[in-house]
């Protein structure tokens, strides 16, 4: 049974890649390792939630978009787009000591107390924004002072043909010094008396409280951590993709999760430093296997040919999540019958 | 150096099914002083080490550390007072982390969180000095998650960072139950060194008759929320398991009928 699971699987894997390798481009291949790059931030966001702390928090999906209302209103009323990033840190942060007091507090689940501030969020995010949708074309961003010299650069080593990439691969290198940078700070943080206290915290709780430590205090911090890096990833991606929408936050949890447990599941880190690595990539390899899943075609019997499309993301994204935790379910139970 | 006066905790306080787990408890244990626990089943030994610890507050009465008042102190804000040891081999350190990692939380107890690495070669060289009058090879592994250890390494390692940090008292609870017959002599003996060098006033839980009268400097025995018997030093050392038994059935005028305590003799 677990191997014909498994075979099957991989062949839907291969299958997969095939098919990838032939259908897609390069800009779409860029285009997916630039929007994992920015979504890499949520993935640590999760990270910390899920898996240090062990306090799942559903908030993300309401502080990524607040990230990106604060930046999108703030740039359109003519302010500095680098001031935006700290304000919108500082407010997801808030808004995670929201569904950590109420958690806390009133001892309501943290994934009801995460639901109950993600609905507050929505309004908050309208509030800020003063509509659904705020377009950031010809603002003053902080990718528009450098993009233009960017792609000229471009279009001048490689070719007018690279030229459609010059905003991916910009994003790339911006956005990727950025998580490299962010992560180094994190990796330094995790191995800090009070990050060592936080990992402890979710390992163990009872022996945090008998080593004299508030648990509270550490569920706190570490979602306000969690949830200002969420904040901050939404108020980049946003001025990258032009635009901030209060739906894009949706749904962002399980891309995060999904990334987590697909870089765990690859790399099985050992060291916290590994682990965040891990997380980094398995959000750039979720972007691509959904790239990829939307170049499927799939022939049905009777001649007819159902092409994935945008609307079969979500499905294709519980799909994978369901298929890397059978995996590691499996190999699990393996290990142990061994 | 813990004083408890007129401790009670009743369990549904004010309902039909209100359970007194504590009665009235008036205790005073000098500082320095090893105190052995004993007590059947229900009689309120591990209540009594949840209240001193804070994991509930008592029904009334107050509890004095070291002359403070800690009665309302939650849970955590207690331990920096109070270094304890479970019987859950698993409850005392955080399995994922490394032996260095758990050492470097237990330093921190009364310290307030800085922003400096928790492991540093400095302090790797300090736990080295913790870990080598063990005897069990930790100093080598210090890198290793906790995980690899046995129940018997993992409690010796609790036991460690119970005493580490400063705490005023310890709070051992049937500490050396789940372990085996080998591992319980050798964790106890450490127990004793752990305590004599610390001057820790300590208070350990036991099950086992034989052991209450060979560690430590006093005997307390419960019974149903009270402190039925308490013996010092000299009383105690003229006693057999037997004797306490009889004692246990001249006190409460009934017998002590416990496969568990006379098997455990």
Known sequence: MKWIVFACLIGIGVYVFVRLLGRLSLNVWTGAVASGLGFALVALAVFISFRVLNCPDLTVDGSFPLGAAIAASMIVSG????????????????AGVVTALITTRLHIHSLLASILTTTALFTINLRIMGRSNIPLLNTNTIVRPFIGEFRTFIETFGGASLSKLATSLFMILYVGTLVLLIKLIFDWFMRTDLGLSMRAMGD???????????????????????????????AIYAQFQGFADINMGTGIIIAGLAAVILGETIFRPKTIAAASTAVIIGMIL??????????????????????????????????LVVGVLAITHLRKRESIEK | ????????????????????ALRDIDLHLPAGQFTVLIGSNGAGKTTLFNVISGVFPPTSGRIYIDGVD???????????????????????????????????????????????????????????????????????????????????????????MASLGGPKI??????????????????????HRTVRENQLTTLMITHNMQQALDYGERTLMMDDGNIILDLNFDQKAEMSVMDLVDKFGEVRRKPLFEDDLLLNA
């Open chain 2, 1 to 20: 150096m813990l004083r408890l006066l007129g401790l009670s905790k009743t369990f549904y306080h004010g309902t039909t099914n209100a359970v007194s």
């Open chain 1, 286 to 319: 979720y972007r691509l296997v959904i790239a990829a899943a939307l170049s499927v075609a799939l022939p049905l019997p009777g001649g007819l040919i159902v092409r994935v499309g945008p609307q079969d993301i979500k499905l294709a994204t519980a799909l």
């Open chain 2, 70 to 160: 800690v009665t309302g102190w939650p849970e955590y804000r207690r331990a920096t007072l109070v270094g304890r040891v479970f019987q859950d081999p698993l409850l005392g350190t955080a399995a994922s982390m490394t032996i260095a990692e758990n050492l470097s939380l237990a330093m921190l107890r009364n310290h307030r969180f800085k922003l400096r690495p928790g492991v540093t070669s400095d302090r790797k060289q300090e736990y080295v000095g913790f870990l080598e009058p063990l005897g069990l090879g930790l100093e080598d592994r210090l890198d290793e998650p906790v995980s690899l250890l046995s129940g018997g390494q993992r409690q010796a390692m609790t036991l460690l």
């Open chain 1, 204 to 234: 163990n709780p009872q022996m945090i409280r008998s080593l004299g430590k508030s648990t509270n205090m550490m569920v706190i911090i570490g979602l306000a951590i969690s949830n200002g890096l969420a904040s901050l990833s939404g």
């Open chain 2, 170 to 191: 310890m709070l051992l609870d049937e500490h050396t139950a789940a372990l085996d017959p080998a591992t319980v002599t050798r964790i106890l003996e450490m127990t």
């Open chain 1, 79 to 94: 302010m500095n787009p680098y001031i935006a990033l700290p304000i919108a840190v500082l407010a997801g942060g808030f």
